[in-house]
């Protein structure tokens, strides 16, 4: 790695290496930690992925709730 930053600077060696993808995908898992719990309550694989799907789905409600319209003024 310290070679491909030499070479390529930081932000080069980012996205070459896929960085970005892998910073992102950790932010949300620890998000939905965070917020939702890091344990499933449900005993049996389909009523998992049925809480899954549901703390998924109130996660990117509050999400979209949260982010502001931007408005061009200019």
Do not use: F
């Amino acid at each position: 790695h310290l070679q491909s930053i030499a070479e390529k600077g930081r932000m080069g060696w980012q996205r070459a290496s896929g960085y970005n993808i892998r910073a992102r995908i950790e932010a949300a898992v620890s998000r939905y930690k965070r917020v939702i719990g890091d344990t499933l309550r449900s005993q049996t694989d389909g009523r998992q992925a049925t809480e899954v799907a549901i703390a998924v789905g109130v996660l990117n409600r509050m999400l979209e709730l949260g982010r502001p319209e931007s408005v061009r003024t200019a």
